[in-house]
């Protein structure tokens, strides 16, 4: 008689109509269980935060100690003739003119006026001059307060030739840091004939 290993007898009770059936279901139901989604998870209560804070202002740019290393004013120059005879204006575009330098050929004189109405002193800064200027307004609108100045001034000399800008400062405004460029000295010839 031949003996059979414990392996065999294993298989044999397997192959049993019973186990196979058992066997099938199991399998049946592993391949349906895959084919169904997960569950799904109920969506969350709608926040209810208060409305965000507004963000802060940003903090003005740190001036240096140096007139020389502060950043430009907004503005660009523009040179112009009229009936009085030139005039070169500083300041944004589409904006009243934050600084002027124009020469009155009748009055042979160039006023300096800055766009404000408070009558304390100008301090003009140049690479070569700091000088103060008194002033006086002008009773126009906008405001401006001006400095009369004779065409052989040697302030106009120093605005026109310092080196990349010059700084106009009074109390209460704050400080103008203007390029030296061409149109100071064209209006400065203008007026000296």
Known sequence: MRTQSPCSVGLRSLASPIVLARLAGLATLA?????VPPPRAEAPPPRTEAAPAPAPAPRPVPIAADWRDWPYSPGTWVYRRDARGSIALFGPANADAALTVRCDTGARQIYLSRAGSTATPLTIRTSSVTRAV????TGSTPAYVAAALMPNDSLLEAMGFSRGRFVVQQAGQPPLVVPAW???ERVTEDCRG
């Open 134 to 137: 008194s002033v006086q307004p």
């Open 182 to 184: 061409a149109e100071i």
């Open 31 to 35: 391949s349906i269980a895959g084919c």
